[in-house]
T-cell receptor
Framework: GAGVSQSPSNKVTEKGKDVELRCDPISGHTALYWYRQSLGQGLEFLIYFQGNSAPDKSGLPSDRFSAERTGGSVSTLTIQRTQQEDSAVYLC???????????????FGPGTRLTVL | DAKTTQPPSMDCAEGRAANLPCNHS???????VYWYRQIHSQGPQYIIHGLKNNETNEMASLIITEDRKSSTLILPHATLRDTAVYYC????????????FGGGTRLMVKP
């Protein structure tokens, strides 16, 4: 079936502008994660949605970052007043939440490469 | 996540086995060893995970030492498409875990 999709694949913006990044998770996956990956770096957790529970926002680097997940499916990550240090690949992942003790690997999308000039 | 240590890079000849080591000496009893890889310009891809027994699937084998302080990911017949950064992480298997990757091992499969 279809995997996780993200759009746009590339986004170039000017410093100070707002951007919206979209993630379509795998159908039926109740957990959704946003990460970012700077050039040559590992993964940095941003935010996590699980069903109808309040999201875990502990990884958001500043109040310029926000995310929402409408209808338990599509998610949008918004970055306001972008800065050059926001330049990174933003990755979305989804997981079929089936409880503990079971395979719960996350499936990643291809990412959105954000460049802030 | 408990800290893991991996060599920054490795080379492997095409068709040969690639053995990627990972040290996780502070792993807790309820933490699993997970391996992901990331091919250039793609998102990370789950490979395999295990608790204490060796595991094998269609992609790879995972060998975990008896004391669980280290493990080895084995790609039995590496191909050029296996060139990627391989990440070893340890974490509990509870719902909701976010992934935190370190630097990983950059595997270069050469013809």
């Amino acid at each position: 079936g279809a995997g996780v999709s993200q759009s746009p694949s590339n986004k170039v913006t000017e410093k100070g502008k707002d951007v919206e990044l979209r993630c379509d998770p795998i159908s039926g996956h109740t957990a959704l994660y946003w990460y970012r990956q700077s050039l040559g770096q590992g993964l940095e957790f941003l935010i996590y949605f699980q069903g109808n529970s309040a999201p875990d926002k502990s990884g958001l680097p500043s109040d310029r970052f926000s995310a929402e997940r409408t209808g338990g499916s599509v998610s949008t990550l918004t970055i306001q007043r972008t800065q050059q240090e926001d330049s990174a690949v933003y990755l979305c992942a989804s997981r079929k939440s089936t409880g503990t003790g079971l395979l719960n690997e996350q499936f990643f999308g291809p990412g959105t490469r954000l460049t802030v000039l | 996540d408990a800290k893991t240590t991996q060599p920054p890079s490795m080379d492997c000849a095409e068709g040969r086995a690639a053995n990627l080591p990972c040290n996780h000496s502070t792993i807790s009893g309820n933490e699993y060893v997970y391996w992901y890889r990331q091919i250039h310009s793609q998102g990370p891809q789950y490979i395999i995970h295990g608790l204490k027994n060796n595991e094998t699937n269609e992609m790879a084998s995972l060998i975990i030492t008896e004391d669980r302080k280290s493990s080895t990911l084995i790609l039995p017949h590496a191909t050029l498409r296996d060139t990627a950064v391989y990440y070893c992480i340890v974490r509990t298997n509870n719902a909701g875990n976010m992934l935190t990757f370190g630097g990983g091992t950059r595997l270069m499969v050469k013809p």
